[in-house]
């Protein structure tokens, strides 16, 4: 018999409330002996692991890593082979530009077993906090989620076309900081510079808000902000509302604030 050598669950954390877990997810972290989290989890839902747990701080920010990828592959590693259960705990969806691919793959080739728990990504979160659907009949046939950060902004082939379709509600994850270049790609490729955006910071978290402005004007809308902000551009943006919603209506330069009361 081969040496059992250990398993890890790959679990999304869902937006950050901590309502927003799957019942899976939260039985995952109620057991789990040793838990690597990213920055984007909330610390209450850190603190629903065991006292006795090991919880560690293996989070990125905005590209800044605290903990180099090959640093946390072989903490996981090391922890499941000591025969803990091991929970590797990503925001949102893992599947969602977290890495969930590189990380099972190295765990599997060293014989880790790897367990995958879905979590609520932040557009599905986005969508529900301001009242819009990601598609829409009539008018927004697909949604596809992207990063505006590759590249420095710029989107190209059959990518751009998808993201330039005004059928597309393109969803930019870690867009902010390129937002004017992002825009700037999409117009030059056909989108309509009138197409409705919103600016999303802090879905499902405390502290949610959005801006709603249009794609030629979404780089001051982006603006500055401390929270994990997405970027929704589609027909489906004019659609967001949100009972909490107390501001609601344009400024000087077009950019209409949506924001939620506290
Ligand atoms: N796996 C995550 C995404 C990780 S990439 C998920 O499925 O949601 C990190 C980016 O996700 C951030 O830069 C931001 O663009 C977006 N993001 C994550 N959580 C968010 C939130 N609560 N509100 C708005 N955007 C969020």
């Given at each position: 018999m081969p040496r059992e050598a250990g398993r890890v669950l790959l679990v999304g954390a869902g937006?950050?409330?901590?309502?927003?877990?799957t019942v899976r997810a939260l039985r995952a972290v109620e057991t789990a002996q040793a838990l690597l989290y990213d920055a984007l989890v909330c610390d209450e839902v850190v603190a629903l692991?065991?006292?006795a747990c090991l919880k560690i701080r293996a989070g990125k920010r905005s590209g800044k890593a605290s903990m180099a990828q090959a640093e946390i592959n072989q903490l996981m590693l090391t922890l499941a082979r000591r025969g803990l259960r091991v929970v590797r705990l990503k925001g949102g969806d893992s599947s969602v530009f977290g890495r969930s691919g590189e990380e099972a793959a190295f765990l599997r080739e060293r014989g880790v077993a790897v367990e995958v728990v879905p979590g609520i990504t932040a557009a599905s979160a986005a969508a529900a906090e301001f009242g819009f659907p990601l598609t829409h009949r009539g008018g927004a046939a697909r949604v596809v989620l992207a990063t505006?950060?590759?590249?420095?902004?710029g989107f190209a082939g059959a990518e751009l076309e998808a993201l330039a379709d005004p059928a597309t509600t393109a969803v930019l994850y870690m867009g902010r900081e390129v937002a004017a270049a992002a825009s700037a790609s999409l117009i030059r490729a056909g989108r309509s510079p009138a197409t409705p955006v919103l600016v999303v910071e802090n879905a499902g978290r405390p502290g949610a808000r959005a801006v709603r402005t249009t794609l030629d004007a979404l780089a001051p809308a982006a603006g500055d902000r401390d929270g994990p902000t997405l970027i929704v551009i589609g027909e489906?943006?004019?659609l967001a509302k949100s009972p909490a919603l107390v501001d609601l209506r344009p400024f000087e330069e077009g950019v209409a604030i949506a924001q939620l009361a506290v």
């Amino acid at each position: 018999m081969p040496r059992e050598a250990g398993r890890v669950l790959l679990v999304g954390a869902g937006p950050g409330a901590a309502d927003l877990l799957t019942v899976r997810a939260l039985r995952a972290v109620e057991t789990a002996q040793a838990l690597l989290y990213d920055a984007l989890v909330c610390d209450e839902v850190v603190a629903l692991a065991p006292r006795a747990c090991l919880k560690i701080r293996a989070g990125k920010r905005s590209g800044k890593a605290s903990m180099a990828q090959a640093e946390i592959n072989q903490l996981m590693l090391t922890l499941a082979r000591r025969g803990l259960r091991v929970v590797r705990l990503k925001g949102g969806d893992s599947s969602v530009f977290g890495r969930s691919g590189e990380e099972a793959a190295f765990l599997r080739e060293r014989g880790v077993a790897v367990e995958v728990v879905p979590g609520i990504t932040a557009a599905s979160a986005a969508a529900a906090e301001f009242g819009f659907p990601l598609t829409h009949r009539g008018g927004a046939a697909r949604v596809v989620l992207a990063t505006a950060r590759r590249d420095g902004g710029g989107f190209a082939g059959a990518e751009l076309e998808a993201l330039a379709d005004p059928a597309t509600t393109a969803v930019l994850y870690m867009g902010r900081e390129v937002a004017a270049a992002a825009s700037a790609s999409l117009i030059r490729a056909g989108r309509s510079p009138a197409t409705p955006v919103l600016v999303v910071e802090n879905a499902g978290r405390p502290g949610a808000r959005a801006v709603r402005t249009t794609l030629d004007a979404l780089a001051p809308a982006a603006g500055d902000r401390d929270g994990p902000t997405l970027i929704v551009i589609g027909e489906v943006a004019a659609l967001a509302k949100s009972p909490a919603l107390v501001d609601l209506r344009p400024f000087e330069e077009g950019v209409a604030i949506a924001q939620l009361a506290v």
